[in-house]
């Protein structure tokens, strides 16, 4: 078994759709970033690839390169998944939280799951995905932008 964290920042701007684990949540500002800025995918992308030793989003998929300009992270979290089947390792269980002040995300949490589950390639029990707010404290609480921490559980596969 191997263990895997995560953690993604960015800021909330006008103009931007508010995508979060493949989801497009109603707001009135979204993640600004060179992707689409999803907060929580790159948080889980980043517990994979360290639970697999296989660096970080950054290193993979550079805001430098404008190949990822606009990229749906679903997309990069489908690449990743490729790179750790690779290692000989599955997903045994993915647990993340998004720290945002507003909208709600609790209506939104359930279609966030089945969406990662999918990119991920296990079932939907295995995929837990959790929200707070910043308590009206920091960059979260002032609605500046959004965090999502990651911890994922990799898993040999079996034959």
Known sequence: MRIGHGY???????????????VTVPAAV???????????????IDALLGAAALGDIGALFPDT???????????????????VAETGYAVGNVDATVVLQRP??????????QRLAGALRVGLG?????????????????????????????VAREG
């Open 126 to 154: 295995q995929v837990s995905v959790k929200a707070t707010t910043g308590e009206g404290m920091g960059f979260v609480g002032t609605g500046e932008g959004a965090a999502a921490h990651a911890v994922c559980l990799l």
């Open 30 to 44: 979204g993640l600004d970033g060179h992707s689409d800025a999803d907060v929580l995918t790159h948080a889980i």
């Open 104 to 113: 709600k995300l609790r209506p939104h949490v359930d279609a966030m799951r």
């Open 65 to 83: 390169d404008a190949e990822w300009k606009g990229a749906d992270s679903i997309g990069l979290l489908d690449a990743v998944m490729e790179k």
């Open 8 to 22: 993604d920042v960015h800021r909330l701007v006008e103009g931007r759709p508010l995508i979060l684990g493949g």
